[in-house]
């Protein structure tokens, strides 16, 4: 039989509309769908090889027991037991999950959660504190409300976008920026009058596109913002915003915090010429109102939470934020939109969640522990089983050694994964699952910035003795006296109606999206809901304490010498390759580095920290600022993680990735 679906691809944010070809039940084709109203043809390479991923020898095809197949109801019966055990040894905390991207945007970690809950667990990880928790943080120090985020779009809003610590058109983008068919959106917006600048270490593919690009010494973007901030509030800031929706006292104290950030300085720390400078700030006042999108590399500096309220501030007075003519944000829901305000907000210094038993010095962050601190956890005996869903923890947490050697130490890893990685050849219990084209997925993400939301069907039946996820985890559930699914029985529900049913719970407009499949139905937005609903009082919290003391400090902060820059590649996720050659990139050192250490393309280096080293081939690569040494994470043996250090920033739990100081060895050719 040969037929053609609709589908969305889930590997990346951008979930763009693809149409497969279906063979007796094998997926022979995709390509992508022109009449989709986001994506309208666009694919990327990781995309096109879905087919031949998803029937490559790398998926995960049977439950396996200690490394042996087993049968689902045997797996499911022991590790129900086992749970069962370390909860009457240890209680609920025994148990602890890691919810990653593999299922971050389709849905699937929603039962995990409440899985979680009903076990009466507070272990809950995921990248979240790896990821955006300096985006949420500094959310809901301005806001109130940590999962509030403007969102842009490439047809509205200003006519000036300041991309920093992002490039959407590899990664499709993130929070805000979350867009399919980034390139053709971007010449649309430059053709319409649209200036975009990027601000990048490295001459991305996004840096390419640009009007104008300026490459900062890494992690500095704080003095640059914060340069901004201190020019836009003597001129080119928007009266009426700052009359009715700051306090006059927040202005105030936003104009003392940033007034040390002169020109000669911030010019000097990140090595920008003031021309450069001047000529952004000029831009920012010719156009008005402007969009500084911040991608995960802003956030992921050292001082990473004080630059992005800093970009938030400099939205606010410019009047670019849920203004007319500004940013918009999305709502989860119209009931959001059209509700009561928002009840309850964050205290002026933020929220405090409980931390981990083990780590003392460290909070949780809003009802997740750090990323970091599992292995503590894992090491004071407070762990003993981990249900690992759609991550890599060994790839993806710094001292990547000691990760390793805590999970060896567990009595229980379960590893739900379509594939078969290093960590279910580690897992105690691995779990095979679907893939994108054998599942429906309700992907419902406004408050990550996904601007539609999509129901895709499933295009192939699943192959091997692969479940659907919710099926392993109410089935898991179901023997430990829980219900995921709402009185519906796993044992005879099918797919559709499962995710359709459970789609209903998050979505008040559910309906529609699934009356538009594949192509999906825009989430709800207006100008102003987020002055009339969401700000305490209507008026944004402009100059919280704790990020002015934070700016107060940062004004110390070294950036000297060589810096690691952190950075995505086009054909694979993380640590999964979904494109292109196998084996890690090489390590990527810019011209001048490579002058400075005698070192030439194809040469073995080391790169160290205090917290260890790694190794590699190198790169000499033109595309990068002086002072940057580029290493994509996501690797096992060449793991950047090895080089990062353990220890979180205190206010957002999340480790600096970038701009960190490194130091650069030659070690052979
Ligand atoms: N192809 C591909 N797509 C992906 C992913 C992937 O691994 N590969 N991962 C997905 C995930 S999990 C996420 S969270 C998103 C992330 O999406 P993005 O945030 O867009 O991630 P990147 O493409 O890494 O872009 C970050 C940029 O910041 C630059 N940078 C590094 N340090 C600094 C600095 O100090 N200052 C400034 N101004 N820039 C700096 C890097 O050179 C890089 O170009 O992408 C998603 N999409
Ligand atoms: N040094 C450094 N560290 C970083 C980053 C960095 O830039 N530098 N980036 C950080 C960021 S932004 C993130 S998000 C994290 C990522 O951290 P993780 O999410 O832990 O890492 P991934 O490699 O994305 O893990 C994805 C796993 O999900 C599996 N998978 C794929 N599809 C599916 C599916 O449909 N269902 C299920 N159940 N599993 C699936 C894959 O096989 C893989 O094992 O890493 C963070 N760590
Ligand atoms: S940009 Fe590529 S990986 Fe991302 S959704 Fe589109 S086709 Fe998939
Ligand atoms: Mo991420």
């Known amino acids: ?24 039940g094998r997926l022979v084709d995709v390509k992508g769908d022109r009449d989709h109203p986001a994506s309208a043809g666009y694919t990327c390479t990781k995309g096109r090889a879905l087919p031949e991923r998803h029937h490559g020898s790398s998926r ?26 370390l909860i009457a040894e240890g209680g609920p905390n025994s148990v602890a999950g890691y919810y990653a991207t593999g299922q971050a945007f389709s849905g699937g970690a929603y039962p995990m959660l409440d899985l979680l809950a009903q076990l009466g667990s507070n272990q809950v990880y995921s990248p979240m504190t790896l990821d955006v928790a300096p985006r949420l943080r500094a959310a809901e120090l301005v806001t109130g409300v940590p999962f509030l985020h403007p969102s842009w779009f490439p047809e509205e809003g200003p006519t000036l976008c300041v991309m920093l610590g992002t490039n959407p058109t590899t990664s ?45 010494r890494p992690g500095t973007d704080v003095f640059l913002l914060a340069w901004l901030v201190r020019e836009l509030l003597d001129h080119g800031y928007d009266a009426l915003e700052l009359a009715s929706a700051c306090d006059p006292a927040d202005v105030e104290r936003l104009r003392a915090a940033v007034a040390p950030f002169t020109l000669d300085r911030v010019a000097e720390r990140t090595d920008l010429a003031a021309d450069d400078l001047i000529e952004l700030l000029a831009a920012i006042r010719r156009h008005g109102k402007v969009v500084l999108l911040g991608g995960t590399c802003l956030g992921f500096q050292p001082e990473g939470v004080v630059a992005e309220w800093l970009a938030l501030a400099a939205m606010i007075i410019t009047g670019s934020l849920d203004c007319e003519g500004g940013l918009k944000y999305l709502a989860a829901g119209n009931g959001m939109l059209e509700g009561p305000p928002f009840p309850g907000h964050a205290p002026e210094d933020g929220s405090v969640s409980p931390g981990p038993a ?13 990323s970091v601190t599992l292995p503590d956890e894992i090491e004071s005996g407070q762990v003993r089983a981990l249900i690992v869903f759609g991550g890599n923890p060994m790839t993806s ?14 009595d229980l890893l379960v590893v739900i994964d379509p594939f078969d990685v290093e960590i279910t050849k580690m897992a105690t219990h691995a779990m095979p699952c679907t893939w994108v084209t054998e599942r429906t997925s309700f992907i419902h993400e406004p408050l990550q910035g996904i601007d539609r939301s999509y129901l895709s069907p499933a295009v192939v039946p699943p192959g091997g003795e692969r479940q659907q996820s919710w099926w392993i985890l109410a089935q898991l559930a179901r023997r430990l006296e829980i219900d995921l699914l709402d009185g519906l029985d796993p044992d005879t529900a099918d797919d559709d109606t499962v995710v359709r049913h459970l789609a209903r719970q998050r979505a008040d407009f559910a309906e529609e999206v699934f009356a538009g499949g594949s192509h999906g139905a825009p989430v709800p937005t207006r100008i102003g809901w987020i002055h009339e609903k969401a700000l305490p009082g209507g ?8 990020l002015v003391d934070r700016l107060a400090a940062a004004m110390e902060l070294d950036s000297g010498g060589l810096r690691l820059v952190a950075g995505r590649r086009m054909g694979s996720i993380n640590s999964k390759i979904y494109a292109g050659a196998d ?9 001048a580095a490579a002058r400075d250490h005698a070192i030439t393309s194809g040469d073995r280096v080391r790169v160290s920290t205090a917290s260890g ?6 790169e000499v690569d033109a595309t990068l600022g002086d002072a940057s040494v580029w290493i994509n994470h996501g690797w096992l043996e060449q793991n950047v993680n090895r080089i990062i250090d353990r220890m979180p920033d205190v206010l957002t739990l999340q480790p600096v990735f970038t701009g960190i100081p490194v130091r650069l060895e030659h070690i052979g050719s």
Do not use: Y
């Open 583 to 591: 084996g890690a990139p090489p390590i990527a050192i810019s011209a």
């Open 172 to 216: 499709g983008g993130w929070i805000g920026s979350a867009r399919s068919n980034m390139p053709q959106r971007l010449r649309g917006f430059q053709s319409r009058g649209g200036e975009l600048w990027v601000v990048d270490p490295r001459r991305t593919s996004s840096a390419k596109r640009a009007d104008r690009h300026l490459a900062p």
């Open 358 to 370: 083990s780590r003392p010095d460290l909070d949780g962050l809003l009802g997740q522990f750090p």
């Open 539 to 546: 008026r944004w919290r402009l100059a919280p304490r704790i």
């Open 1 to 24: 039989m040969v037929g053609t679906v609709r589908f969305n691809c889930e590997l990346c944010m951008a979930m763009c509309g693809m149409i497969a070809s279906v063979e007796d």
């Open 60 to 85: 995960l095809d049977f439950p396996r027991l200690r490394g042996e197949r087993v049968a689902w109801d045997a797996l499911l019966d022991d590790v129900a037991r086992e749970i069962r055990r």
């Open 397 to 410: 947490v710094p001292d990547p050694d000691r990760m390793r050697a805590a999970l060896a130490k567990l």
């Open 613 to 618: 080293a790694v190794e590699g081939r190198v």
